[in-house]
């Protein structure tokens, strides 16, 4: 499985960015997603988690509200909408997937990791 993301960029406080993952290689549908970033000097957190269907989600209770993970599976794109973006959320955004069609909330239980994008709010 190959995951491409793309999507970051530099905006100013208050404003919205979508992230976008493409996937391939296997069946999408085979798997949960999953949204990670890492900001300078800190671990790589789980932002947002998806399952196979896109019925579940589970968010961070930093993004809560201001974020929100889709997928469209005729695509193979899982998707991050990022609205009233804060400086805190500056990060280098990772896709992941999982071998579960459940959704997945621990870092370890993901097996497929795209390249990171960067993700840069000034205020």
């Known amino acids: 499985v190959q995951l491409q993301a793309s999507g970051g960029g530099l905006v100013q406080a208050g404003g919205s960015l979508r992230l976008s993952c493409v996937a391939s290689?296997?069946?999408?549908?085979?798997?949960?997603m999953g949204w990670f970033r890492q900001a300078p000097g800190k671990e790589r957190e789980l932002v947002a988690a998806i399952n196979w269907s896109g019925r579940s989600t589970h968010y961070a209770d930093s993004v809560k509200g201001r974020f929100t993970i889709s997928r469209d599976n005729t695509k193979k794109t899982v998707y991050l909408q990022m609205n009233s973006l804060k400086p805190e959320d500056t990060a280098i955004y990772s896709c992941?997937?999982?071998?579960?069609?459940?959704?997945?909330?621990?870092?370890?239980?993901?097996?497929?990791w795209g390249q990171g994008t960067q993700v840069t709010v000034s205020s």
């Open positions: 992941a997937g999982s071998d579960s069609t459940l959704m997945i909330l621990t870092r370890n239980r993901y097996h497929y």
């Open positions: 290689g296997r069946t999408f549908t085979d798997y949960a």
